[in-house]
T-cell receptor, first 113, second 118 residues
Framework: GQQVMQIPQYQHVQEGEDFTTYCNSS?????IQWYKQRPGGHPVFLIQ?????EVKKQKRLTFQFGEAKKNSSLHITATQTTDVGTYFC?????????????FGSGTQLTVLP | DVKVTQSSRYLVKRTGEKVFLECVQD?????MFWYRQDPGLGLRLIYF???????EKGDIPEGYSVSREKKERFSLILESASTNQTSMYLC?????????????????FGDGTRLSIL
């Protein structure tokens, strides 16, 4: 079945440093979504990317979808303590069920003040 | 705002018991999902439903069943609970995807049920 790998599993940064998490799929994706889960909370939808090579920004967050639509990244510039949480990517395979997303294992971000 | 409500935040059951986890959403969403979340493994899909009485297996359906008798309610059933089913269970709902556009609607999650099987 489809696998979505996410690295790193953990990342500790000093406040103000940048952070990047990477998502790689074993198969081509129709789209990819990103979610954030605060400690003790539930995943919350951030964004969806659909087009090959697409780049979207939300304030300090930059999301990219690879040209081959098999990988994606989330980059946070100048992290803040409010960025703490686990970031998940979730991809829909180009073939197979259109209703199902496969989630990555997540990257847990700790921001040290 | 979409509200997805899971019946219990914490639940402790014994091995062999039949366990019911309930989920209700208030936004008339067609799709509903059950995931389990374990450290280092992310969210793994157990079952999902795209309509009343309709269901599809996810990646890890063994040992679980589901029921969707009403559009707003999706139940996860552990037929005979085992210790390896100790986990955080998350319910989610979404609108039906828009065909032909390669899109999936965002999933809205409940707060989760932390289930311990002793």
């Amino acid at each position: 079945g489809q696998q979505v790998m996410q690295i790193p599993q953990y990342q500790h940064v000093q406040e103000g440093e940048d952070f990047t998490t990477y998502c790689n799929s074993s198969t081509t994706l129709s789209n990819i979504q990103w979610y954030k889960q605060r400690p003790g909370g539930h995943p919350v939808f951030l964004i969806q990317l659909v087009k090959s090579g697409e780049v979207k920004k939300q304030k300090r967050l930059t999301f990219q979808f690879g040209e081959a639509k098999k990988n994606s990244s989330l980059h946070i510039t100048a992290t803040q303590t409010t960025d703490v949480g686990t970031y998940f990517c979730a991809g829909r395979p180009s073939s197979g069920s259109a209703r199902q997303l496969t989630f990555g294992s997540g990257t847990q971000l700790t921001v040290l003040p | 705002d979409v509200k997805v409500t899971q019946s219990s935040r914490y639940l402790v059951k014994r091995t062999g018991e039949k366990v019911f986890l309930e989920c209700v959403q208030d936004m008339d969403h067609e799709n509903m999902f059950w995931y389990r979340q374990d450290p280092g493994l992310g969210l793994r899909l157990i079952y999902f439903s795209y309509d009343v009485k309709m269901k599809e297996k996810g990646d890890i359906p063994e040992g679980y069943s589901v029921s969707r008798e009403k559009k707003e309610r999706f139940s996860l059933i552990l037929e005979s609970a085992s210790t390896n089913q100790t986990s955080m269970y998350l319910c989610a709902s979404s609108l039906f995807y828009r065909a032909g556009q390669g899109l999936n609607q965002p999933q809205h999650f409940g707060d989760g049920t932390r289930l311990s099987i002793l």
